[in-house]
């Protein structure tokens, strides 16, 4: 598996090898001894799956608070998704700064984000499936998101707010600046 950081340093993209025959192909895209070889050492408790229909879908920017803070391990099996992490760890030299991949079934790529960020992604093909690993259980409580297009982020989404799909919900998002964080930096 190849493992490399983004521009934040705690923010990873973790690349299975597919092995490949007439029939098909074959792949390990998680195992716990190997990503904690490299430093990475989350029990992860749940699997969650999302069917985005349209192109342009958001979902995010979303996190959990303590005690249910979740680390996520991202991944699409089908389609693409320009997706995003926001450091919002008080006290940390990124805080409030960004980093984006594209993930794709295509490049076969996945997204580890830590505890910590914010996480959300826009749909670049329709019906696409993301599948991604949690390390808490969801809780309504302390489920909380910022929004996905506040200017302060400076994030460069794909498409405008004029195409987005979004809820109710990641609409009325609050801003950057009106979060209440409540992560540390080590």
Known sequence: MDIHSLGI???RVLTPKRHGDHRGFFSEVYNRQVLAAAGIDIDFVQDNHSLSIAKATVRGLHFQT????QDKLVRVVRG??????????????TQGQHVSVILSADDWNQLLVPIGFAHGFMTLEPNTDVIYKVSNYYSSQHD??????????GI???MG????????????LPRLKDLMTTFDYP
């Open 9 to 11: 340093p705690e923010i």
């Open 144 to 153: 909380k998101g910022l929004l996905w297009n506040d200017p302060e982020l």
């Open 161 to 172: 707010a004029d195409q987005a799909v979004l809820t109710d919900k990641d609409r009325g």
């Open 80 to 93: 693409a998704v320009f997706d995003v992490a926001v450091d919002l760890r008080r006290g940390s030299p």
């Open 66 to 69: 303590p005690p249910f803070a």
């Open 156 to 158: 460069a989404w794909p």
